[in-house]
Nanobody
Framework: QVHLVESGGGLVQAGGSLRLSCATSGTIFSINIMAWYRQAPGKQRELVAAITRGGIPTYADFVKGRFSISRDKAKNTVDLQMNSLKFEDTATYCC??????????WGQGTQVTVSS
């Protein structure tokens, strides 16, 4: 079992930055991939960024060049640095992990609100 707890959301003006953090605990040695998803009201959940166990990141086109995902193995966290935020980035951001048995785990989410 993997437990995920997000932090770092909040209200920011367009053009500003926020850093989200996902604290992991439990059987973290079994995690193969970690990711950040987001869901805005009335919209489907979408993948924002992911990072493999080996540290290889991937990004959705709409955040390339603005967001950066990273893992801190010492702290057992996965962070999402969000720069040049836009109004359309407003959403609930959730941390996700999948282990080597393909079990999926989700955090509760953290709200990011970007004012225009």
């Amino acid at each position: 079992q993997v437990h995920l707890v997000e932090s770092g959301g909040g209200l920011v003006q367009a053009g500003g930055s926020l850093r989200l953090s996902c604290a992991t605990s439990g059987t973290i040695f079994s995690i193969n991939i970690m990711a950040w998803y987001r869901q805005a009201p009335g919209k489907q959940r979408e993948l924002v960024a992911a990072i493999t166990r080996g540290g290889i990141p991937t990004y959705a086109d709409f955040v390339k060049g603005r967001f950066s995902i990273s893992r801190d193995k010492a702290k057992n966290t996965v962070d999402l640095q969000m720069n040049s935020l836009k109004f359309e980035d407003t959403a609930t951001y959730c941390c996700f992990s999948r282990d080597n048995s393909f079990r999926e785990f989700w955090g509760q989410g953290t709200q990011v609100t970007v004012s225009s």
